[in-house]
């Protein structure tokens, strides 16, 4: 007969696999846009509203029937526990990470991105987000991010991010796999920080974006590195230029000025 804990646990287990099946359902293609242009930020009962959509589309309900759920992939075995998804092709063919136990979870690693705009430096730091810097350092490595351009480009009041990490340019495109958030209640989108794009809870995949100017955003992005002064200059040249008429509005759209990752460089 199963303990209490054992059976805890595997409730646990059970939440989690719902919880994975809920995100693909919602999803059915993947949108890992940051959310998009705020358009809105009211004061309602003491807390803030965020109003946002994804490339002009409402986020789609989850369905509660099991049955309609897409096949589960492959998971690593580790404990970042990368989650093939099958349903959704790489958009460049990568693999999934390694997964060692223990997730190493100490010290930073440097990555430069070589843009045709300048250099771009990242510090990612592991114990912020272990599996997200993981995952970020196998991909720079498998050359996932070479020859790939910023889709996106923000210059709204309270969102000022380019966003990166799409070999299809479209917005939608993955490595095929997916992982879990690593976030905290307290995190902030100030000038330099780093963080991953998503499509709702426990979505990351390649996508990130570099916050140039301070933003208001609920603490729903993975937070895992951060660009010095250096590579924001890149970055402030991009968006002094501007975004082009989207779909999303004014101020939200592909950069003006193109700006391609020609290579990206792991460092250590």
Do not use: W
Request: proline share 8%; glycine share 12%.
């Amino acid at each position: 007969m199963p303990s209490n804990e054992q059976r805890r646990q595997n409730a646990k287990r059970k939440l989690e696999r719902q919880l994975e099946r809920r995100a693909q359902r919602a999803k059915r293609r993947r949108l890992l846009g940051v959310v998009s242009a705020i358009a809105a930020t009211v004061v309602v009962a003491g807390g803030v509203y965020y109003l946002a959509t994804r490339d002009g589309k409402t986020e789609p309900a989850a369905q509660s029937s099991e049955s309609s759920a897409p096949p589960e992939g492959k998971t690593t075995g580790g404990p970042c526990a990368y989650l093939e998804t099958p349903g959704e092709k790489a958009a460049k063919a990568v693999g999934m990470p390694d997964d060692p136990n223990p997730t190493p979870n100490q010290g930073t690693t440097q990555v430069t991105l070589k843009t045709d705009q300048g250099d771009v430096p990242l510090t990612l730091d592991r114990a912020k987000a272990p599996c997200t810097t993981q995952s970020f350092v196998h991909l720079a490595k498998a050359k996932y991010f070479d020859k790939t351009s910023c889709h996106r480009l923000t210059t709204t009041q309270g969102l000022k991010v380019l966003q990166c990490g799409d070999p299809s340019g479209t917005g939608s495109g993955g490595p095929g796999y997916s992982f879990k958030d690593e976030t905290k209640p307290d995190m902030k989108y100030t000038r330099g920080t780093l963080a991953m794009a998503n499509a709702g809870p426990n979505t990351n995949g390649s996508q990130f974006f570099i916050v140039y100017g301070d933003s208001q955003l609920p603490p729903n992005y993975t937070v895992f590195g951060s660009v010095g002064e250096d590579g924001l200059k890149t970055v402030d040249k991009v968006a002094n230029a501007g975004p082009e008429a989207g779909a999303r509005g004014e101020g939200d759209g592909k950069p003006k000025l193109p700006i391609t990752i020609n290579e990206a460089v792991v460092a250590n």
